[in-house]
C-alpha cells in the first residue's frame, strides 16, 4: 500500500502532493473496533431497558389474568392439586408467552434488517453477508426467563397460599 501511494504522490506536483489523502481502511481497524464496541453497547441497553418496560406490562396482565381465573384455581386446589403445581402452571403460561414474543420478535427484525441490507446492496452493489447478533440474543432470551418468573411467581403464590374457601369468595 505505502508503494502505490508513493507512486501517486509522485505523478502530482508537490502543493498537488501534499493535498491529497490516502486512507488504509485496513489499517484502521482500531476505529472500527471502537465504533462495533459502542453500538453492541447502545443495542445492549435499549434490549434492556426495553425488557423491562415489557416486564411492568407483564406483571398488570399476568395480575389480571390470575384474578380472572381465581374460581378456576378453587377449583383446581379443590380437585387436589398442589400449590406449588398450580404456580408451575402460571409459571410455564409465562414462559410460553414471553419466549414465543421474543422469538417473534427477533424473527421479524431479522428479516427487516436483512431487507434493507438487501436495499442496500441493490443501491450499493457492495457484497452481502448475513450477522445474527448471538449476544443480543441470548440478553433477549435471558431477559425473557427474568421477566416471566418475575411476572407470574409472586402474584400466583400469593393467590394459592390463601384457603379453599377464600379463594372462592374472592372469586365470586
Known amino acids: 500500500m505505502n508503494a502505490f501511494v508513493s507512486e501517486c504522490k509522485t505523478k502530482f506536483t508537490p502543493p498537488q502532493a501534499n493535498a491529497v489523502y490516502f486512507q488504509d481502511q485496513f489499517e484502521e ?4 473496533t471502537v465504533v462495533l464496541l ?10 434492556i431497558i426495553t425488557m423491562i418496560l ?4 407483564l406483571c398488570s396482565s399476568m395480575s389480571a389474568n390470575l384474578l ?13 392439586f398442589t400449590q406449588s403445581r398450580i404456580t408451575m402452571l402460571y409459571l410455564y403460561e409465562a414462559f410460553v408467552l414471553v419466549v414465543a414474543s421474543s422469538l417473534l420478535g427477533v ?9 434493507m441490507t438487501l436495499q442496500r446492496v441493490v443501491f ?18 435471558v431477559m ?6 418475575i411476572s407470574s411467581y409472586g402474584p400466583a403464590k400469593q393467590l394459592v397460599r390463601q384457603d379453599i374457601a377464600a379463594i372462592f369468595r374472592q372469586g365470586a
Open 29 to 32: 481497524g482500531d476505529t472500527l
Open 107 to 115: 424473527m421479524i427484525g431479522v428479516i427487516v434488517a436483512f431487507t
Open 144 to 149: 425473557s426467563f427474568f421477566c416471566a418468573f
Open 38 to 47: 459502542i453500538l453492541d453497547t447502545i443495542f445492549g441497553v435499549i434490549i
Open 124 to 141: 450499493t452493489g457492495i457484497p452481502i453477508f448475513f450477522f445474527f447478533p448471538w449476544t443480543q440474543f441470548c440478553i433477549i432470551m
Open 68 to 80: 380472572d381465573q381465581t374460581k378456576e384455581i378453587g377449583i383446581l386446589r379443590a380437585m387436589g
Open 54 to 57: 415489557c416486564l411492568f406490562s
